[in-house]
């Protein structure tokens, strides 16, 4: 398996990730997503977003604010429980987690003080007075801002029970001990759905969404093998959680939680009416009476989904005796769909080369390349996945025709410019590479 330097490493020198602020030194634990990175996230997201909300009729979204009312954080028990213990040392006055360092400080050999509670929410203030009253925190998780909105996308929808509020955004935490590139970080984004259901219903909605979000991950690409189902120890627990089951996936450290699927119970619509004063029941009209539902969430983070893809899809293979680097990804999460290569830097093959380039443009995400040698090229485009080079010769000029050479197989096939934005994307949605459209045929050579 690859370690986390080398894919920390193509994610730089590729444009996939970088450490933010690098040019002054790096803000730890921070990262920045470069020209790839932002597709394959935002394709990872589009996916999670299509079948969560838009291929189902029992789950709206949401995009809530990142800066929430000071009340939110009180209600939901962040400001009280979301907190980790940390010890100091004595003399270089670094911080650790407790359980982290035994004994004494792991930099100085200083003597560490005994363990306190530190908050690991962000606080910024609102307005321009810095003071106790204008503190405000930024969101640790962006399930509150569907609770807090619950009646409101209720009376907008007239949604029934079951039904589900999903949300993509950043969420940010202080967190003690970072580390594994973008495994743990300081400001990270998240994918979230509450789903609302009568308290009875509690264990089928748990089981049905922990299996329907283990599918999504094998439905992404990852192989079965390299997840698993955990379920939480009691003391484990958040302190809103009354179950919950990580779905793990085996990084170089180990197995690590890429998505929690917690029952919060009616915790946080009880605790925000509470809090607000507010009604925020569902009214059963079946049993004719006001119920606080409970809630099923599966939440998952995109930063280390993005993390295990580039992990799984990552291949080393030897071809005329040449390392090859691979990343295959699935067609439809790759940043790139596809690559226009002309053979030479001839000025009538980079002419035909850059209107081939345009005109797949507004049909998917594609880029033309006319660096250095064809084989590097190739070479290239297999790093970051692009599935498909579309290489432009002398023979194009002549009749019209240009390869299409796959990633994965390697195979090439010729076939008329005419066809090509069709043949793509029937390749691209899953079409064997074989099957020829009219006019094609395999390239000799
Ligand atoms: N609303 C529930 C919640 O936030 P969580 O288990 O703390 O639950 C859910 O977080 C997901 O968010 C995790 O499975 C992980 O993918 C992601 N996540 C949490 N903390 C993270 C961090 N510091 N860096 C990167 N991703 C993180």
Redesign the pocket.
Known sequence: MIDMNEISSLCKRRGFVFQSGEIYGGLG?VFDYGPLGVEFKQNIKNKWWRSTVQEREDVVGLDASILAHPQTWVASGHIQSFSDPLVECKSCHLRFKEGDVEGRCPECQGELTSPRMFNLMFKTFMGPVEDEASMIHLR????QGIFTNFGNVLSATRKKLPFGIAQTGK?F?N?IT?GNF?????????M?LEFFIRPEEESYWLDYWKEERLNWYTDLGIRRENLRLRRHEKEEL?H?ARD?Y??EYLFPSGWG????V?G?GDFDLRRHSEVSGKDLTYFDEERGEHIFPYVI?P???????MLALLIDSYHEEKVEREKRVVLKFKAELAPLKAAVLPLSRREELIRLASEVNLSLKPHFMTAYDDTQSIGRRYRRQDEIGTPFCVTIDFQSLEDNQVTIRERDSLRQIRIPIEVLTTTLKAKLSGEPFDALPPGGSHWLG
Do not use: N
Request: net charge negative; proline share 3%.
């Open positions: 634990s640790p998780e962006i399930a969420s935490r967190e970072t973008t495994f743990r970080t300081r400001e990270f984004e998240q979230e958040a809103y919950c990580d779905i939680e890429i998505e929690g917690a919060r969430e939440s998952s983070g995109v930063d280390r989904i």
